[in-house]
Structure formats: C-alpha cells, structure tokens
Nanobody
Framework: QVQLVESGGGLVQAGGSLRLSCAAS????????MGWFRQAPGKEREFVAA????????SYADSVKGRFTISGDNAKSTKWLQMNSLKPEDTAVYYC????????????????WGQGTQVTVSS
C-alpha cells in the first residue's frame, strides 16, 4: 500500500502563486509516476500535470502549461506542484495520485490517491 498526503492548498488572489506538496509513504518501490488532478464543483476530475518517479519526464495539461511546474525529490518521495499566475478557473480540489503504469495522463491508470486539497482563486 502507498499513502499520499497533500498539503499547500488555500485561498489566493488571481495572479498569485501556491505550491502544493504530495508526500508518499509505504511501498513506493516500483511506482512509475505521480500526477496531479483537479475537480471543480459540478465538473469531472481532470488531469493537471504528472512526472515520472525518476523525474525525467513531465507532462502538463494545456490549460496550465507555462504556469504550473511539477517537480520531485525522490529521496523524500515528495512531489510538488508550483502554481503561478493563478486564475479563478484554477479553483478546484487538487488530488495527487501515484501509478505503476506509464500512462501518466490517464486517470484510470492511477492506483493510489490522496485526500485532496482545496485551491481557491479569487478574482
């Protein structure tokens, strides 16, 4: 089993920044990647960004490319999502997830999920 704990959400004004963290513990050996997804009220959960466990491949949704950066520290099994130039449409619950599959952008490939952290961007 793998446990994921997110932190770093909050309320920020449009144009501001937040940094989300996802700490993994348990049987992390063999994991291929970690991703961030988000779900806004009344909408389906969507892919935001992902990174391979080794950190050599990163992938972003078009809506966040150039504004968000995903990174990681393998020694600490922690991944971060730096979110800059935030917009009101970024408001959502953000979830980190871990996968044994190479399909980093595919939500169904993720086996473990965190509890989510709320990000609210005011206009």
């Amino acid at each position: 089993q793998v446990q994921l704990v997110e932190s770093g959400g909050g309320l920020v004004q449009a144009g501001g920044s937040l940094r989300l963290s996802c700490a993994a513990s348990g049987r992390t050996f063999g994991l291929l990647g970690m991703g961030w997804f988000r779900q806004a009220p009344g909408k389906e959960r969507e892919f935001v960004a992902a990174i391979t466990w080794s950190g050599d491949v990163r992938s972003y949704a078009d809506s966040v490319k150039g504004r968000f950066t995903i990174s990681g520290d393998n020694a600490k099994s922690t991944k971060w999502l730096q979110m800059n130039s935030l917009k009101p449409e970024d408001t959502a619950v953000y979830y980190c997830a871990a996968t044994y599959s190479p399909g980093l952008r595919i939500m169904s490939s993720y086996k473990y999920w965190g509890q989510g952290t709320q990000v609210t961007v005011s206009s």
